[in-house]
């Protein structure tokens, strides 16, 4: 698995060769670095920073445990920081970041919102582009490909099995998170985790583990967060039904935006359709219709089917439904996105028109556009050309041998009670919640549900919604704003 990842520091034309061993601070070094260093204009404000891509040995438990308890059990985590060099290090913030899966690489945290470098076009036409957005002008950025992922890769194919667990893998990134800090001596530097989807969960049992890393913060990104019971779930999916069908019209607009709408349907959750669940066969009849009407003009959905499904409907009933008419199903992860109802089968989640939904957008001037090396995929490039990074690995954008691998454990799945957790033990520890109203697979509800239900306190917790679907960054308002946030959230 671990195929020649090549030891040492790179030395680029015309850029500074560093010697990384005069930075170690008693901590476990990086097996394989690439050192390059340039400039960006991020925020509107001019600045130098170098990169590194660098391997760390990754471990799915402490290692004074694993070397007895699980002896070979070990893999590699690949890095990729980016760190001011204009600025002073030590008040910065670093974030530490991370998308989901399980299985996915930090390929559209890094590459489609926050990265000094964009992925634009599409296919064999897809480059690298200067990215305006980037938080560097207030924080260094570390990006975190957890092992199976990226360049990231367990020692054998035995050894993957270990980290393919909520717990596994969340020890084995924070062990790797400790030892950056260590390593580059930003021990003092506030620091930050910062999850999308299945990441939100990875951040919250870092926190939940991690107490001697004395995070300052945990940001959220489409929290995976799962109510329980026999009317929550259904309860805290219905706002975004009715975003959704606002954004395709399917219901009167009366000059509400979809923020209202869903505030709309969400005091009809909390109210009269909880209740109505609550009943269950002793509620009338005529009661039931009048409830069933009510949500047809928040969802769009016709009454007779909200009948049919008793009130309850699933995420896969609305969204095969709400354009069943015009032939079509709405996508998942954004339900902007649509697809014929009857195309050919694909495999899941490919079989989600949102998975790679790009809403439209106005022309845009790019700037810093990076050729692409023969062979190479615009990832690929990047990584081995414009950062020097030598391996004869593939990146691995979405493993989803991974994915089926993954070993859920009791509790696992829990994120907010992890958090709330983490925070009831550390006063200082503050989150932050970003959703899309357009999101199926994590609504936006069923998260806010979650963290009130856990515990999270609302005085420290930052919570946005955004018109947008799973990834908010895919909307260009969407990523200016959700931008303004984080900065706001984490500046000193």
């Known amino acids: 698995m671990l195929r020649n990842l090549v030891l040492g520091l790179v030395l680029v034309a015309g850029l500074c060769q560093i010697a990384v061993a005069a930075e170690a601070q008693d901590s476990p070094a990086p097996s394989a670095v690439a050192l390059t260093r340039h400039s960006g204009l991020f925020n509107g404000q001019p600045l130098t920073y170098e990169a590194r891509v660098e391997a760390w040995r990754a471990m799915p438990a402490p290692a004074e445990a694993s070397a007895t308890s699980m002896p070979g059990r070990e893999g590699q985590i690949v890095t990729t920081s980016y760190v001011r060099t204009d600025a002073p290090a030590g008040p910065r913030p670093v974030i530490f970041l991370f998308n989901g899966g399980p299985g996915a690489s930090t390929t559209p945290l890094h590459f489609g919102a926050f990265g000094p470098k964009r992925r634009v076009g599409e296919g064999a036409n897809q ?69 999308q989807s299945y990441g939100t969960t990875r951040a919250a049992l870092i926190a939940h583990h991690g107490s001697a890393l004395k995070l300052d913060g945990v940001l959220l990104f489409a929290l995976v967060a799962r109510p329980p019971g026999l009317e929550m779930p259904y309860v805290t999916t219905l706002p975004s039904f009715a975003a959704s069908a606002w954004s395709h019209g399917r219901i009167p607009r009366q000059g509400r935006t979809a923020g209202q709408v869903y505030e709309a349907a969400v005091e009809f959750a909390r109210t009269d359709y909880v209740s109505a669940l609550i009943a269950g066969a002793s509620l009338p009849p005529h009661a039931r219709r009048d409830v069933a009407e009510a949500m047809s003009d928040l969802i769009g959905l ?27 199903r709405t996508g998942q992860l954004d339900a902007r996105a649509t697809r014929a109802l009857d195309a050919p089968a694909q495999r899941p989640p490919y079989d989600d028109p949102g998975l790679n939904y790009i809403p439209p957008r106005p022309a845009e001037a790019l700037t810093g556009a990076l050729p692409v090396a023969a062979g190479l995929s615009a990832v690929e490039s990047y990584f081995k050309s414009h950062l020097a ?43 932050f919640w970003a959703a899309g109203l357009f999101d199926l697979s994590t609504p936006a509800y069923a998260g806010r549900y979650m963290l009130d239900q856990a515990g999270v306190p609302a005085d420290r917790l930052t919570s946005v919604l955004f018109e947008s679907g799973h990834s908010v960054f895919v909307d260009p308002d969407g990523l200016s704003a959700l931008g303004a946030a984080v900065r706001d959230f984490v500046r000193p």
């Open 127 to 195: 480059q690298m582009v200067d990215n305006p957005h980037s938080l560097l002008d207030v924080a260094d950025l570390v990006f975190i490909d957890p092992v199976g992922t990226g360049y990231s890769r367990p020692a054998s194919p035995d050894a993957g099995q270990a980290f393919w667990s909520p717990t596994g893998d969340a020890l084995s990134v924070k062990g790797v998170i400790a030892d950056w800090l260590g390593f580059h001596g930003r021990q003092a530097s506030p620091r930050y985790v910062l999850g």
């Open 389 to 431: 990074f030598e391996t004869a690995e593939t990146y691995e954008s979405l493993n989803l041998e991974v994915n089926a691998a993954w070993k859920w454990g009791e509790g696992e799945d829990q994120a907010p009670q992890r958090l709330a957790e983490a925070m009831a033990a550390d006063p200082k520890l503050r989150v």
């Open 302 to 328: 016709p009454v007779d089917l909200i009948l049919e499904k008793d009130l309850r409907l699933s995420r896969a009933d609305f969204y095969l439904n709400l354009l069943r008419d015009q032939g079509l």
